[in-house]
């Protein structure tokens, strides 16, 4: 199986587009560092590092499951929510920087989806594997 690979470059595409967006509104901006007080380049900054804080965990998560040769529909259905969830969390936290749709369902997708392969690599390795399973 060669899932994980698939989300891991969707992922790094996501980084990527959120990175340019803010290496455009600094030099579009003219602010070499930081957000120079500027609330729409402070939530493009906020965007990229959210997705670069919980995608490297998420994506291990993946590969883990992948790895215990979990099936692939439920692998890929892991990989589709989590990237369905950072692609909201960004676009929410790139248009405002208080409640939005986005970003609500963005953080809570993001934090089930992590939840349930947690859960399900806990289950396979401290409960299928002292049963035999």
Do not use: C
């Amino acid at each position: 199986m060669h899932i994980t690979g698939i989300y891991v470059a969707l992922a790094v595409l996501l980084v990527l587009l959120l990175a340019g967006r803010v290496i455009w509104l600094r030099n579009a901006r003219k602010v070499a560092l930081g957000d120079g007080g500027l609330p729409e380049l402070a939530r493009a900054i906020r965007a990229h590092a959210n997705a670069v804080e919980y995608l490297p965990l998420a994506l291990l998560l993946l590969l883990v499951i992948e790895l215990d040769q979990v099936r692939a529909d439920l692998v890929h259905g892991f990989g589709i929510v989590l990237l369905l969830a950072r692609a909201l969390h960004a676009w929410g936290l790139s248009r405002h920087s208080g409640r939005s749709f986005g970003r609500a369902v963005g953080i809570v997708l993001s934090w089930l989806v992590m939840l349930a392969m947690a859960a399900l690599v806990l289950w396979r390795h401290l409960v299928l594997d002292s049963i035999g399973g």
